[in-house]
């Protein structure tokens, strides 16, 4: 892949400080690129000079700031990941995206345009040779997700469980499974966040709804803190962190869970990093936890999210469906219809 000459770079930031127009009233072009020089995104000098290029094949206004916004999203994740060059782009980094994108609650139709217009940039980065024409060999698709969220049946939780030889990684994947909190959540807990002698942990700030809620450690996800604990760099602030990293990123996360499927023989099984909290508001569930309860340790706003579960996982209405079908099939209802 030819790198980017620093004639390219040179020509491409001074695309971006250029404005279409110096008098009258502001264009699109101009509010976007307006807005863009204020952030501190990796390769903003390329989306400007992508979004002008968009700008003078003359797409409406609409189109523009849609495309803005999708790119910036995916940038702003990409950043997040700890990752400052658009050249060391990779496949996996458009799928993580994804998968945060619908993490996030972003409807499949929402998700799907967001990377129908992050395609069309990276189409672009491939001709201008900045990045690989690999990446976008075979196309991302989205699938129309399930009505209902998908959970871990209990016997591949165990199976995958038992091939987690790290200490932290098992440590991460248990907290998961037995608090309910998202990937993202997760990954901004800190140290002085968690009280391991009450197992709690205090999330000051939902990923979805920006509420704060406190959840709780079961007997199995203490123990394996406590082994991470013993071992981890004291002087680091938050729980979980990665090789060079103050804290771990999204993507690594989130490769991390994908080896150990495939290391557990689950991978044909269609899970992701997203089915560890979906097992645990099923497992609750069926435990016989109330709607209301289960409502507050997931941190969703609206119980209707909540009942997505219930709809799922209900084995009291399970139960009493062919309890009732007994009595009908031996005959026992009378009267007529």
């Not at 509010?31 to 003078?56: A, D, Q, T, V």
């Not at 523009?64 to 995916?74: D, M, P, Q």
């Not at 001709?127 to 690989?132: D, G, H, R, T």
Request: aromatic letters at 8%; proline letters at 3%; glycine letters at 8%.
């Amino acid at each position: 892949m030819t790198q980017t000459t620093p004639a390219v770079k040179q020509s491409l930031s001074s695309e971006v400080e250029r404005l279409p127009y110096q008098h009258g009233p502001q264009t699109a072009i101009d509010r976007i690129l307006e807005k863009l020089s204020g952030m501190g995104l990796p390769g903003k000098e390329l989306l400007g000079c992508y979004m002008r290029h968009k700008w003078r094949l003359n797409h409406k206004p609409t189109t523009l700031f849609n495309s803005f916004k999708a790119i910036e999203l995916f940038l702003t994740f990409y950043h997040s990941s700890g990752k400052r060059r658009l050249e060391n782009l990779i496949k996996d980094d458009l799928e993580a995206f994804v998968e945060h994108e619908q993490d996030r609650g972003t409807k499949i139709t929402s998700a799907r345009t967001r990377l129908m217009y992050l395609i069309g940039f990276l189409r672009f980065l491939i001709e201008q040779n900045i990045i690989s024409e690999h990446i976008l060999k075979r196309t991302i698709r989205l699938r129309l997700p399930d009505f209902l969220p998908r959970a871990m049946n209990p016997g591949d939780v165990r199976q995958l469980i038992g091939v987690i030889g790290n200490i932290r990684d098992r440590a991460l994947i248990l907290v998961l499974l037995r608090t309910g909190m998202r990937i993202g959540e997760l990954l901004k807990i800190k140290v002085n966040d968690l009280d391991i002698r009450e197992r709690k942990m205090h999330l000051f700030e939902g990923e979805k709804n920006s509420l704060g809620r406190v959840v709780y450690l079961s007997d199995d996800a203490p123990f394996a803190v406590r082994l991470w604990l013993a071992k981890r760099d004291p002087d680091k602030e938050f729980l979980f962190y990665g090789q060079g990293r103050d804290r771990l990123v999204y993507s690594s996360a989130r490769h991390l869970f994908v080896k150990y499927l495939s290391r557990a023989g689950l991978e044909h099984k269609g899970y992701t990093v997203h089915a560890l909290p979906h097992t645990f508001a099923s497992e609750l569930l069926n435990a016989g936890m109330r709607l209301e309860c289960l409502q507050q340790l997931l941190g969703h706003h609206n119980i209707e999210m909540t009942r997505r579960y219930a709809r799922l996982t209900d084995k009291t209405r399970e139960e009493e469906y062919f309890r009732a079908m007994a009595v009908i099939e031996q005959g026992g209802i009378d009267g007529h219809y």
